[in-house]
């Protein structure tokens, strides 16, 4: 009988987040299913792909993962690399066990009889079921979407009015049209916009993350330097710098100031990565909101 990868997710693991990851043979990988800690692990659960659970893998793309469910039962999700999930809900642990062997002993014609398909052909299941490896850093086509997002209506404001300017201009109104051009430009029409993109772009280019949410290890720097380390138990607290103010053209911008070791800022824009996203990973550490001009 074959090894397959074998990994965990607990209650604060992210999607893509698992722990003790490593090939086992079907024997080990029974042993770390009976030895997770199911009961502590299912306080406060919310069913999602993304549970408290083992997840086994092949070498060719297909998952099985046992999960928690409500009442004290289990569901099975098979995936395999053509995106299609099946499902099954058991009662107890041992139950598992033979579609566990069956994975093992052929994961590629896993019987899936007893499955019922889960339709949802719009979702990407992957993300659930691959391991992340939460590193952060500058690529070129998540910085035009972050543009996009950012700055897009007020880039498109601009690109109307010149529109206008040329199409209904004249001789006698150029003048008028243009100043007037240059002041909503220069308020909601993307200058401040640019203003703000330029050292979000050198800033994002030059830096790198590494973090996830369950882990309290991880590391942030320069391209240009090592790495460092740190601990999210030192740091002091974080705050959210942004405009919160619906009207104003650069209220997507974001920084998330880390206070950690007493006298170190950690500053990172949303344009390496989500505030959202990297909120969710802080999620033990104090917060502070704070409605201030996001500048780098």
């Known amino acids: 009988m074959m090894r397959c990868i074998s990994k965990v997710q607990n ?3 992210e999607k893509g987040e698992f722990l003790e990851e490593t090939a086992r043979t079907y024997e080990a990988t029974i042993l770390l299913v009976n030895s997770f800690n199911w009961q502590k692990e299912r306080e406060h659960i919310v069913i999602s792909l993304t549970n408290p659970s083992v997840t086994i893998q092949d070498e060719h793309g297909n998952y099985l993962k046992l999960t928690t469910y409500y009442n004290g039962k289990f569901v099975l999700h098979y995936l395999n690399n053509k995106n299609k999930l099946y499902t099954k809900a058991i009662s107890n642990i041992s139950d598992s066990y033979p579609y566990i062997k069956g994975f093992f ?7 899936t009889n007893d499955f019922k398909t889960y339709f949802a052909w719009w979702q990407n299941f992957l993300p659930h079921f691959k391991s992340n490896s939460f590193v952060y ?6 910085f035009i ?8 209506l007020s880039f498109l404001t601009s690109f109307l ?3 206008m300017m040329i199409v209904f201009g ?6 008028a049209v243009s100043i007037f051009t240059l002041i909503i430009f220069a308020t909601i029409g993307g200058g401040m916009n640019i203003w703000m993109l ?3 772009y050198r800033y994002t280019k030059k830096h790198i993350l590494i973090m996830s949410r369950s882990n309290d290890t991880f590391y942030f720097g320069s391209t240009d330097n090592t790495l460092i380390k740190y601990d999210k138990k030192e740091i002091d607290f974080f705050k959210v710098i942004k405009q919160d103010y619906a009207k104003s053209p650069i209220n997507s911008f974001v920084i998330v100031d880390i206070a950690i070791g007493g006298n170190k800022i950690l500053s990172i824009p949303n344009s390496l990565v989500d505030e959202h996203v990297l909120i969710n990973k802080l999620f033990q550490c104090k917060r502070i909101e704070s409605n201030e001009l996001p500048i780098l």
């Open 145 to 152: 979407k972050y543009v996009v997002k950012t700055s897009g």
């Open 11 to 13: 209650s604060q693991c």
């Open 105 to 111: 002993e052929d994961s590629v014609a896993f019987n």
């Open 161 to 163: 009015i010149i529109v």
């Open 137 to 142: 850093a500058y690529n070129r086509k998540n």
């Open 170 to 175: 004249n001789a006698d109104t150029i003048v």
């Open 198 to 200: 330029i050292p979000y």
